[in-house]
């Protein structure tokens, strides 16, 4: 099955700068990559996904780009914010079964 | 749109006992639902996958005996913990998917504590 990596566990920022998150997939046939913000006892909150026939995509202070040959995409933050501050999930889907793979999250904490 | 809602929201009961969780699709039909545990600090790891009218699909490691999922309709449903135990306390997280592929809608989740 599918088995995604993700990397940092934790990181720290200063306010105003940039946070990247890095994943990895293992599957070749996975085709959907979202990343999810999780504050303490809430659901995951899509924040941004991309399609793998597209290699980058963006949405104000959010980016992800998606490397389909080194089977990579990573979450970019710029200008961070302490309300960033929470736990930030990649996940990989295959289309043919829908089932989202999480990696294991990333604590962001954003200093002011 | 696409709201999911889940109740309840948290949950307290004695070792032994069974508990029904449900899961709700308010402004859509879900063809298909998830069901998600998440343990503190932790992933979100699928347990099952349930589609209207049929037998629930179950991940590897997951006992279809224990956590019983019924989905009856195209909006609702449920997970039973059939004799919890203070191990299965944890974070359980539906979604579900309007059929479109791609975008599941998570539910707010619903917290178990198991005495």
């Known amino acids: 099955g599918e088995n995604v990596e993700q990397h940092p566990s934790t990181l720290s920022v200063q306010e105003g700068d940039s946070a990247v998150i890095k994943c990895t997939y293992s599957d070749s046939a996975s085709n959907y990559f979202p990343w999810y913000k999780q504050e303490l006892g809430k659901r995951p909150q899509l924040i941004i996904d991309i399609r793998s026939n597209v290699g980058e995509k963006k949405d104000q202070r959010i980016a992800v780009t998606l490397n389909k040959t080194a089977k990579h995409f990573s979450l970019h933050i710029t200008e961070t914010q302490p309300e960033d501050s929470a736990v930030y999930f990649c996940a990989a889907m295959r289309g043919s079964n829908y089932k989202l793979t999480f990696g294991k999250g990333t604590l962001l904490t954003v200093n002011p | 749109g696409a709201v999911v809602s889940q109740h309840p929201s948290w949950v307290i009961c004695k070792s032994g006992t069974s508990v029904k969780i449900e899961c709700r699709s308010l402004d859509f039909q879900a063809t298909t639902m998830f069901w998600y545990r998440q343990f503190p600090k932790q992933s979100l790891m699928l347990m099952a996958t349930?589609?209207?009218?049929?037998?629930?699909?179950?991940e590897q490691g997951v006992e279809k005996d224990k956590f019983l999922i019924n989905h009856a309709s195209l909006t609702l449903s449920t997970l039973t913990v059939t004799s919890a135990h203070p191990e299965d306390s944890s974070f359980y997280i539906c979604?579900?998917?309007?059929?479109?592929?791609?975008?599941?809608?998570f539910g707010p989740g619903t917290r178990l504590t198991v005495t």
């Open positions: 349930s589609n209207e009218g049929s037998k629930a699909t179950y």
């Open positions: 979604s579900a998917d309007q059929g479109r592929g791609y975008e599941q809608y």
